[in-house]
């Protein structure tokens, strides 16, 4: 008899278990879901943000910062310059072995141009580090507002990184359109998905820590001693 009911209690305690389990496996599928369908709606929200981006028609503001990562945003903020719609330009994020040189030539701009309005960030390595590196140069230079020039799926975790760094200064977006989300099906696009894909990562990430008040690093290769240089030291 006791043997009968040490089997029974064990196989009680078997189907608490399994149950428990089952509860905790369907609770575990619900979160799962739940963050799924999140993750899929703020993604679509962050592409039709990105894909309505458009650079305003008369663009104008006390100075020009372009994120470098490729040539095609950097003609585009000197050809902001040239036209006026900015005082003076800071390219920030330009590798150490980069010179101010280069950048005029491969931009097909005068040396004068270069001298007396062009800046070279070179500590930047990384989003937050462009946000520290112009928000440090701003200050310097007491402008109020700035035009921002990046790629358009890269412009709200940049703007973002910069609105936290220098909060009192008014940032103007003018992305650079590589990927035209609006008439192209990018969603069949393997590229173009994960590049935006990876960006949202990013920015849902910059935004949790911003939420948190967190900022890990700043960005720099160093202390920003020497700040910015001009372009044709």
């Keep these: 008899m006791a043997e009968r009911d040490n089997w ?27 963050f799924l369908a999140v993750f899929i709606a703020g993604f ?17 503001a006390d100075a020009i910062v372009v994120l470098t990562g490729g040539f095609q945003r950097i003609d585009q903020a ?19 072995t980069t010179t101010g040189t280069q950048i005029r030539r491969n931009t097909q701009s005068s040396a004068d141009l270069f001298k007396c309005c062009v800046d070279i960030g070179h500590e930047a390595i990384d989003t937050i580090g462009n946000a520290t590196e112009a928000a440090q140069w701003i200050r310097d230079r007491g402008y109020k507002s700035v035009l921002v020039v990046t790629n358009n799926y890269h412009m709200p975790r ?34 173009v998905l994960k590049a935006i894909l990876l960006e949202y990562g990013k920015y849902s990430v910059a935004s949790l820590l911003d ?14 001693a020497s700040r910015v240089t001009p372009a044709e030291e």
């Design 8 to 34: 029974r209690e064990r196989a009680a305690r078997r189907r608490r278990s399994r149950s428990l389990l089952r509860k905790l496996l369907r609770r575990t599928f619900f979160v799962l879901l739940i």
């Design 44 to 60: 679509l929200q962050f592409a039709d943000t990105v894909a309505s981006l458009q650079p305003p028609a008369r663009p104008k």
């Design 78 to 96: 000197v050809d902001l310059l040239k036209s006026g719609a900015g005082k003076r330009l800071l390219i920030s994020g330009v590798h150490p």
């Design 158 to 191: 940049s703007l973002l990184e910069l609105r936290r760094a220098k909060p009192d200064t008014e940032f103007i977006a003018y992305p650079v359109v590589n990927s035209d989300l609006k008439t192209t099906n990018w969603l069949r696009n393997p590229l």
């Design 211 to 224: 939420m948190m008040g967190a900022r890990p690093t700043n960005g720099l290769r160093a202390a920003l």
